[in-house]
């Protein structure tokens, strides 16, 4: 039942964030044309469950046009829209507007801004705030995503009352984060982790789509390329339960992934993202149509 496409129309980035789930950088490769964009939507008409298409990346603004006539297209054929961006673009309140303002004219429905330390430090001129407030006097339905530095909290009982620790301020240590951001934190054993916590692996209500055809379930982990087989068709023909990393996912989270492929594995992880995605590295080898594209792993 797929309500949404989200659209990462480049994994080029001007950030290079500690925490990005997929290792966008101003090097990165990888973005749509519009002939592939056409054909996504068409795709995605076709599947009739699909509401919401979202333009996001890396950063999505860096490729404007593209992603103009991508939301053009998008709303003639009836999809509520969404985009997601640093807005590094609003260097002043006549700038933000300047490349605001269309979006507003084409009638999207959800403005994503990222706004965190991670974006812009103290001492920067937040240009995410400048696009919010901007977007507000423009009357765009916007908002603010943030995501602060991991922290320690203070343990919580689990289930079985055992105490374990709580690692606060939103991060989810896949993609870059497993690299620059782990260190010092506490882990559990990787025993406990016998569910994914954040995706619905069995009926996803969203994929991502990367210009590489590659249809992500979570980041990194797909159900097939969309070059190869029409996205219709692959929603359609998608069995979470046989396919060789959603299955053992579902049936008992990273855990069972390990054990299922009898991973070696470290006593403790950060949380459920960072076992997971430690297996999927040693996997991606493996199975390359699954585990894809390689960008997502920091592998170039």
Request: aromatic fraction near 10%.
């Amino acid at each position: 039942m797929l309500k949404g496409i989200h659209f990462l129309l480049t994994y080029m980035c001007n950030s290079e964030c500690e925490h990005c789930f997929v290792y966008s950088s101003p090097k990165a490769k990888g973005t749509f044309t519009l002939r592939q964009i056409k054909e996504i939507i068409s795709e995605a008409a076709k599947i009739g469950t699909v509401e919401w298409i979202h333009f996001e990346g890396g950063e999505p603004f860096l490729f404007y046009p593209l992603m103009l006539e991508g939301i053009k297209i998008a709303r003639s054929m009836g999809f509520k829209v969404g985009v997601v961006t640093n807005a590094y673009f609003a260097t002043s309140m006549e700038d933000a507007e300047l490349w605001l303002r269309p979006l507003l004219e084409l009638g999207i429905s959800d403005l994503s801004i990222s706004d965190d330390l991670f974006h812009f430090d103290e001492e920067q001129d937040n240009l995410a705030k400048r696009a919010v407030v901007c977007a507000r006097r423009l009357g765009m339905p916007v908002d603010s995503i943030c995501i602060e530095r991991p922290t320690i909290e203070k343990p919580v009982a689990d289930k079985q009352g055992k105490e374990a620790p709580v690692i606060g301020g939103g991060v989810m240590f896949r993609g870059r984060a497993v690299e620059k951001l782990i260190e010092d934190l506490p882990g559990r054993p990787w025993h406990e982790y016998t569910e994914c916590p954040h995706e619905n692996l069995k009926e996803p209500e969203r994929v991502h789509l990367d210009a590489y055809g590659y249809v992500h379930i979570c980041q990194g982990l797909c159900m097939g390329n969309a070059w190869e087989t029409p996205l219709s068709e692959l929603a359609k023909k998608h069995d979470p339960l046989s396919h060789p990393i959603c299955g053992p996912l579902i049936r008992g989270g990273p855990a069972a992934l390990a054990k299922d492929f009898n991973i070696a594995r470290d006593a403790e992880y950060v949380d459920a993202c960072h076992f997971c995605h430690v297996l999927r590295l040693a996997l991606i080898d493996r199975f390359p149509q699954y585990l894809a594209p390689r960008q997502v792993y920091g592998l170039g």
